[in-house]
């Protein structure tokens, strides 16, 4: 599904965020990337859906060669990967079902797919009956199971997420972490950047841990491995 | 595996993009209300601008085409001979009209000018039989006097030597300040309008990058700010139009009133109106688009 090779990321401020970095991800596993601070993490998870091009190596997204990718073909790379931040990133103008069904309207999805997805998928995240409210209505972890409903909308066959509970209390993450094992369990990959050292060490799944943009650790049922 | 991303748009998708157009300038209330503003304000000076321009550039060129040059005739010609004097002006290249004006008449206009103390001129007329010629450009005309004036029968070619050559260079220095003053006017008016645009597009960065995100081609992100600003562009073109449509009814009838004794013209409404209305649509269209254009595309980073 992912595979790198080689890859080397060096930003124009001189700054090296990845170097010489191999792995390989399959279909449907479930992944969490740990590591301190500024070690890598958000520019491994950036390489996935081609917001950043590596700059020497090979980034594989499902068949897709990111880094020779052409800019026209981006958003087709864009609409196989999901992608869930911290801070939700919802539309504040827009209601909860416009929000998700934006994702399939800009891939110009016929209307009644559209209806039929995305109330399909608000009743997975369990918000159906909130659908006509604006995300400011919302909890924090209402919203970001919205922001996880949209970036599954289309099905795609990877899901990446950064810090998906970084701004959430303990109670609504663990919410959160039992969406995303429910997504995984249809099959879909979970990429996941995480300094949640519980929920790692709780549902225990591979562990691949970047520090100075190398990764020194790869372990399927790993630990965090860091105090928190 | 088919990844490529259709570029030709399904109509369901271009209703969309109207659909949302509207949306996006109801729920940008306020922005929609600056760029309007924005709109509107240089629009009205614009077309104020514009409409005294072409009334000055139109009182200009009446002045211009009131030049003429007057052959007056030796006076043993005859009238074979005047037959052919006519008929070599008229070939001349930059001549568009000659009317014979014989003396008997040019003294009975005299009288009608000056006064019945003339009426003495009646026993011997001192004057000149003569050739009124138009020029088809009033430039040529001090050209036009100088070839006719190598015609045999030609006593003298007049036409206020001097005066028509500083009237043609104060005319043409008016109308050059002129356009550069409106292409200033215009080049501001859609700096301002882009700015604004770019502020309230800055406002909805977020809003691209998510579309971005989600898999949006950069043309669908494109259409509905264009739109928007095509909307912008029309809204803002509502009271300029319709203030200049009223405005210059009311300013046409007064000044014509006012100067009519000084045998100065304006432009008649509906001539003025109708390409003036046209002008003022296409530059509220063309900096509306353009605005969104420019301000989005910095958003698309492409």
Redesign the interface.
């Known amino acids: 599904m992912i595979d790198m090779q080689g890859v080397t990321k060096k930003y124009p401020n001189g700054v090296t965020a990845l170097s010489g970095v191999n792995v390989t991800i399959k279909q449907g596993e479930f992944v969490y990337i740990v590591g301190p601070s500024g070690a890598g993490k958000s520019t491994f998870i950036k390489l996935i ?1 081609r917001e950043e091009k590596p700059s020497s190596g090979t980034v594989m997204v499902g ?2 060669n990111t880094a020779s990718l052409k ?3 981006v ?5 196989k990967v999901g ?1 869930v931040f911290q801070d939700f ?1 919802l ?1 504040p ?1 827009l209601n909860i079902y416009e929000n998700v069904a ?2 399939l ?4 999805e016929d ?1 009644a797919v559209i209806r039929k997805r995305v109330m399909e998928v608000l009743d997975l995240v369990g918000l159906k009956h909130k659908a006509r409210m604006l995300p400011t209505e919302l909890s924090g972890g209402e919203q970001q199971r919205i922001a996880i409903a ?1 970036s599954i909308v ?1 099905n795609p066959k990877v899901v990446i997420a950064d810090e998906p509970t970084g701004n959430l209390d303990p109670d609504t993450s663990w919410d959160i972490m039992r969406l995303f094992e429910t997504i995984n369990e249809r099959g879909t990959t979970i990429v996941m950047a995480t300094h949640n050292k519980d929920i790692v060490n709780t549902i225990r799944r591979r562990v691949i841990a970047i520090e100075n943009g190398r990764i020194v650790r790869d372990e399927l049922r790993g630990e965090y491995g860091y105090e928190a | ?1 088919n ?4 570029t030709d748009m ?1 109509p ?2 271009l209703r ?1 993009h109207f659909r949302e157009s509207f949306k996006n300038l109801r ?2 209330g306020w922005m929609t209300f600056a760029s309007v503003s924005a709109v509107t304000v240089t629009l009205m000076l614009t077309g104020i601008f514009l409409v005294i321009m072409l009334n000055l550039n139109k009182i200009g060129t009446d002045i211009e085409n009131d030049v003429e040059v007057r052959v007056h005739v030796k006076l043993e010609t005859t009238e074979a001979e005047k037959d052919q004097l006519k008929a070599q002006i008229e070939n001349l290249p930059e001549v568009e009209g000659v009317e014979y004006s014989s003396k008997e008449q040019e003294l009975q206009n005299l009288i009608n000018d000056m006064g019945s103390d003339y009426t003495l001129f009646e026993q011997s007329n001192p004057l000149y039989d003569v050739f009124i010629v138009k020029t088809a450009r009033p430039q040529d005309t001090p050209d036009a006097a100088r070839k006719i004036e190598q015609f045999s029968q030609t006593e003298k070619a007049v036409y206020g030597e001097g005066k028509v050559e500083n009237l043609f260079s104060f005319m043409k220095t008016a109308r050059n300040i002129g356009m550069i003053l409106v292409a200033g006017l215009l080049f501001t008016a859609m700096f301002l309008i882009s700015n604004t645009i770019k502020i309230t597009i800055f406002a909805r960065r ?2 691209i ?9 950069n043309w ?1 992100i494109r259409w509905p700010f264009l739109l928007e600003g095509l909307w912008i562009g029309l809204l803002g073109s509502i009271i300029p139009i319709a203030a200049i449509a009223v405005g210059y009814y009311y300013a046409e009838q007064e000044a014509s009133e006012r100067f009519a004794s000084h045998f100065i013209d304006f432009i008649g409404y509906i001539p003025l109106i109708v390409p003036v209305t046209l002008l003022m649509l296409v530059i509220a269209v063309f900096i509306g688009i353009w605005g969104s254009f420019i301000s989005v595309r910095r958003f698309l980073n ?1």
Not at chain 1, 75 to 79: E, F, Q, V
């Open positions: 859906y068949g897709i800019q026209r073909l958003p087709a790379l864009r609409r992608v990133k539309l103008l934006f994702a309207e800009v891939i110009e209307p949209r289309n | 595996m990844c490529g991303v259709s399904k369901r998708t969309r729920r940008n977020k809003e990058e998510i579309m971005k995100l989600v898999g949006a081609t669908f492409v």
